[in-house]
């Protein structure tokens, strides 16, 4: 069971627009929804959007996602220092009875 | 509030067992399903086992197939993760998450603090 794939990095000023691509593939992300992660230094992780696109309340709408074919999107807009942090994606995978496939995470780095 | 406590973790050694328990307040548990995720010492996330909210489901990642149980208690509101025949590859620590469905759908929107498993001999 491979990772879905993740830039490892990114990095952008305040103020700017960063985006955060996840590749996967039919079984995965083609089938099901795309899942994303915030992951602050030292801190279990924390929902960001789930479906594709829908943010759990108290996310900031700064944080946007999407999905096209086998790969899907984060955006995160209006950039800020407490952004920084690991963002993984994840989706369900329907091989082998079905499983949880993550993304190999990218570290972003608010410059 | 929604909280999920994990427990059982610890030094452990190659080929040995260990039970990882996750206690669940704040919510009505037999309405989620809860997941046990794992995150190696500076790597990423790694899904390991899935439990529906009446045990009708239950998934795990190939490497611990046969060498993992997930179960849980809806009476008590927890579930366990027994964990057998422990390999270095296993050192790591675990969360415990609660699905925002019942059925397995990998959307975790609850996370514990996680319990730390050291294999080594």
């Known amino acids: 069971q491979s990772v879905l794939t993740q830039p490892p990095s990114a990095s952008g000023t305040p103020g700017q627009t960063v985006t955060i691509s996840c590749s996967g593939g039919r079984s995965n992300i083609e089938s099901n929804t795309v899942i994303w992660f915030q992951q602050l230094p030292g801190q279990a992780p924390k929902l960001l959007i789930y479906?594709?696109?829908q943010r759990p309340s108290g996310v900031p709408d700064r944080f946007s996602g999407s999905k096209s074919g086998t790969s899907g999107f984060l955006a995160i807009n209006g950039l800020q220092s407490e952004d920084e942090a690991d963002y993984y994606c994840?989706?369900?995978?329907?091989?082998?009875?079905?499983?949880?496939?993550f993304g190999g995470g990218t570290k972003l780095t608010v410059l | 509030e929604v909280e999920l406590v994990e427990s059982g973790g610890g030094l452990v050694q190659p080929g040995r067992s260990l039970r990882l328990s996750c206690k669940a307040s704040?919510?009505?548990?037999?309405?989620?399903?809860i997941h046990w995720v794992r995150q190696s010492p500076g790597k990423g996330l790694e899904w390991v086992a899935g439990v529906s909210w009446n045990s009708g489901e239950i998934r795990y990642v190939d490497s611990v197939k046969g060498r993992f149980t997930i179960s849980r208690d809806n009476a008590k509101n927890s579930i366990s993760l027994e964990m057998n025949s422990l390999r270095h590859a296993d050192t790591a620590l675990y969360f415990c998450?609660?699905?925002?469905?019942?059925?397995?759908?990998?959307?975790?929107?609850?996370w514990g603090q996680g319990t730390l498993v050291t294999v080594s001999s």
């Open positions: 704040g919510f009505k548990f037999d309405d989620y399903a």
């Open positions: 998450a609660r699905d925002m469905r019942g059925g397995l759908w990998g959307i975790f929107d609850f």
């Open positions: 479906s594709n696109n």
């Open positions: 994840a989706a369900w995978d329907d091989r082998m009875n079905g499983f949880v496939i």
